[in-house]
């Protein structure tokens, strides 16, 4: 089975700017987190969705969203990019029926702000 | 690659030993740990989990070792060698959220 994608692998963006990465789950899992992973802050969770719902959500500003579409594929939006939001975004998905999954991570996308 | 973090505990150790990485988690009703491997440029890799009946586990090399009454997880790695070198990170899943807490991470270094 192919892993996590996720695209792209890096962007340079400048503040104000908005951005949209994707990602592509393990097939036949259809809970997809998304992480944001930063050298002071480390791995901290953003949301999650499930048959296309957000499910959960972490400690972030409005500004970061998200959304999944019928075939599992999920896409984050971060709108009116600060420099603080230069960071690793790394995508997990797991099957999503049970409680306690394996979660499985993508590549992750280097979103670098200027 | 990307900096995980800046001042990471580093654990070095020799091609062939057995190294041991500890973690402390902050949530006693979580119940569900896993250890992922995170190499550079890479996202984190699943090496291991353990549920909270259980206090040990074995795989491949590895062993987790779970103390709930001390909130305590640790990784053990049998023969070390060169291509363990990575940043190991323990997580908690709340499952009420369905959302990995992570530890802060530890460097480990093989020297060959």
């Known amino acids: 089975k192919a892993g996590v994608t996720q695209t792209p692998r890096y962007l340079i963006k400048t503040r104000g700017q908005q951005v949209t990465l994707s990602c592509s789950p393990i097939?036949?899992?259809?809970?997809v987190s998304w992480y944001q992973q930063t050298p002071g802050q480390g791995l901290q969770f953003l949301f999650e969705y499930f048959s296309e719902t957000q499910r959960n959500k972490g400690n972030f500003p409005g500004r970061f969203s998200g959304r999944q579409f019928s075939n599992s594929r999920s896409e984050m939006n971060v709108s009116t990019l600060e420099l603080g939001d230069s960071a690793l975004y790394l995508c997990?998905?797991?099957?999503?029926?049970?409680?306690?999954?394996?979660?499985?991570f993508g590549p992750g996308t280097r979103l670098l702000v200027l | 690659g990307e900096s995980v973090g800046l001042h990471l505990p580093t654990l070095s150790v020799q091609e062939g030993d057995n190294s041991i990485i500890n973690c402390a988690y902050s949530n006693s009703a979580s119940d569900y740990f896993i250890w992922y491997k995170q190499e550079s440029g890479k996202g984190p890799q699943f090496i291991i989990d353990?549920?909270?009946?259980?206090d040990k586990r074995q795989g491949q090399r590895v062993t987790v070792l779970l103390n709930k009454t001390v909130k305590h997880l640790s990784l053990q790695i049998a023969a070390t060698q060169p291509g363990d070198s990575a940043v190991y990170f323990c997580a908690e899943l709340d499952t009420g959220r369905r959302a990995l807490t992570f530890g802060s991470g530890t460097r480990l270094q093989v020297q060959p």
């Open positions: 353990i549920r909270s009946n259980m």
């Open positions: 997990a998905s797991s099957l999503g029926g049970a409680d306690q999954e394996t979660q499985y």
């Open positions: 097939s036949g899992h259809r809970s």
